[in-house]
T-cell receptor, first 114, second 111 residues
Framework: GENVEQHPSTLSVQEGDSAVIKCTYS??????FPWYKQELGKRPQLIID?????GEKKDQRIAVTLNKTAKHFSLHITETQPEDSAVYFCAASRGSGGYQKVTFGIGTKLQVIP | EAQVTQNPRYLITVTGKKLTVTCSQN?????MSWYRQDPGLGLRQIYY???????DKGDVPEGYKVSRKEKRNFPLILESPSPNQTSLYFC??????????FGSGTRLTVV
């Protein structure tokens, strides 16, 4: 089955700096890679996703890159703010006609220091 | 409001007493899934469903059952709960090709 590794497990950055979280996956058939943000005591929420036919996607201060050859994808957050503090999960999924079998990384706890 | 509704939010039960956690979505999503979240282990998929009467095992299905008799509902059944099933459970749904929308979670304690 799919295996998703996520690094680092914790990350502290100064407000305004950039943060990068990296994930690797094992199943070359995986074709959809979402990222979720989970604030303390809350549910995970989708923040950005990328499909295997795209190398990079950006949404304001958040960007995701995908290297299919290396089976590697990353989340980039620029100009970090205290409200970016949360646990971030990467995920990889595949499925015939859908994206329903999803494997998550173990999460990265991001702390943005004011 | 588009949402995934789980009930109950908190549950304390005893070993061996059957329980059901309900999940309902109002977005007409085809896909639904159950996850458990444990410290240091992230989110692990228990079961998922691609449509009515179509379900499949995730990574940690042992000790759990599900059913999908209606598109909007996807209950999680623990026939004989054990302490190692103490966890935070999330139900989620999605349309084809989209990310999951998660419910608020159910914190289950089995004593």
């Amino acid at each position: 089955g799919e295996n998703v590794e996520q690094h680092p497990s914790t990350l502290s950055v100064q407000e305004g700096d950039s943060a990068v979280i990296k994930c690797t996956y094992s199943d070359s058939a995986s074709n959809y890679f979402p990222w979720y943000k989970q604030e303390l005591g809350k549910r995970p929420q989708l923040i950005i996703d990328i499909r295997s036919n795209v190398g990079e996607k950006k949404d304001q201060r958040i960007a995701v890159t995908l290297n299919k050859t290396a089976k590697h994808f990353s989340l980039h957050i620029t100009e970090t703010q205290p409200e970016d503090s949360a646990v971030y999960f990467c995920a990889a999924s595949r499925g015939s006609g859908g994206y329903q079998k999803v494997t998550f990384g173990i999460g990265t706890k991001l702390q943005v220091i004011p | 409001e588009a949402q995934v509704t789980q009930n109950p939010r908190y549950l304390i039960t005893v070993t061996g007493k059957k329980l059901t956690v309900t999940c309902s979505q109002n977005m007409n999503h085809e896909y639904m899934s159950w996850y458990r979240q444990d410290p240091g282990l992230g989110l692990r998929q228990i079961y998922y469903s691609m449509n009515v009467e179509v379900t499949d095992k995730g990574d940690v299905p042992e000790g759990y059952k599900v059913s999908r008799k209606e598109k909007r509902n996807f209950p999680l059944i623990l026939e004989s709960p054990s302490p190692n099933q103490t966890s935070l459970y999330f139900c989620a749904s999605s349309a084809q090709g989209q990310g999951y929308t998660f419910g608020s979670g159910t914190r289950l304690t089995v004593v």
